[in-house]
């Protein structure tokens, strides 16, 4: 069965710092994605970023970058310049090829500090 | 473009009692996904519809929780009855079909319940 870990429960930063979040994720497929959700104390879900595991290339969103270790099944989240409004519940998620069967991890808080 | 529609926002019952919830997923969107967070952990799928059929239900309590999708567009989760362990929120997504696996879920925001 896939799973998908999230290791930190907790992490802070300096507004205008770089902070990165760790996700490991355990599958058998050789085609899925991997996304990193944020979700503000409002509870709406948004996605910040997604991978495609056949690409090579690590998936960027203007401040928001991953590292994606594919043999290491390694997912992390890189933020940078933090700016307050980031503060929120990081998901990392997983889907395989068809869609079916979405797996997210128990999360991580981030708090930017001012 | 109007968002994933959820109601009620809130709900509190006693246990035993029945509840149901109503999502109206982003126009066009054939995959509805129902999660439920507990607090303090990621949100779990409980189904997962692509029109009106079952995609994945493998984690849905099917002694107690009962879903629908009449038509393809609205859906329904019901517990009948409620236990003390299904507080939570019940999140609501939808995606395009088109791209599978790759595609964003746009999420709902959600019915806290409570069960008492």
């Known amino acids: 069965a896939q799973t998908v870990t999230q290791s930190q429960p907790e992490m802070s930063v300096q507004e205008a710092e770089t902070v990165t979040l760790s996700c490991t994720y355990d599958?058998?497929?050789?085609?899925?994605?991997l996304f990193w959700y944020k979700q503000p104390p409002s509870r709406q879900m948004i996605l910040v970023i997604r991978?495609?595991?056949?690409?090579?290339q690590n998936a960027t969103e203007n401040r928001f970058s991953v590292n994606f270790q594919k043999a290491a099944k390694s997912f992390s989240l890189k933020i940078s310049d933090s700016q307050l409004g980031d503060a929120a519940m990081y998901f990392c998620?997983?889907?395989?090829?068809?869609?079916?069967?979405?797996?997210f991890g128990t999360g991580t808080s981030l708090t930017v500090i001012p | 473009e109007a968002g994933v529609a959820q109601s009620p926002r809130y709900k509190i019952i006693e246990k035993r009692q029945s509840v149901a919830f109503w999502c109206n997923p982003i126009?066009?969107?054939?995959?509805l996904y129902w999660y439920q967070q507990i607090l303090g952990q990621g949100p779990k799928l409980l189904i997962q519809?692509?029109?009106?059929?079952?995609?994945?239900d493998s984690q849905l309590p099917k002694d107690r929780f009962s879903a629908e999708r009449l038509k393809g567009v609205d859906s329904t989760l019901k517990i009948q009855p409620a236990k003390l362990e299904d507080s939570a929120v019940y999140l609501c997504?939808?995606?395009?079909?088109?791209?599978?696996?790759?595609?964003?879920?746009?999420f709902g925001p959600g019915t806290r319940l409570t069960v008492t």
């Open positions: 991978q495609e595991a056949y690409k090579q």
């Open positions: 998620a997983y889907t395989g090829d068809t869609g079916n069967q979405f797996y």
């Open positions: 126009s066009g969107h054939a995959t």
């Open positions: 599958t058998s497929e050789s085609d899925y994605y």
């Open positions: 519809f692509q029109n009106n059929g079952v995609v994945d």
């Open positions: 997504a939808s995606s395009d079909v088109r791209g599978q696996g790759r595609n964003e879920q746009y």
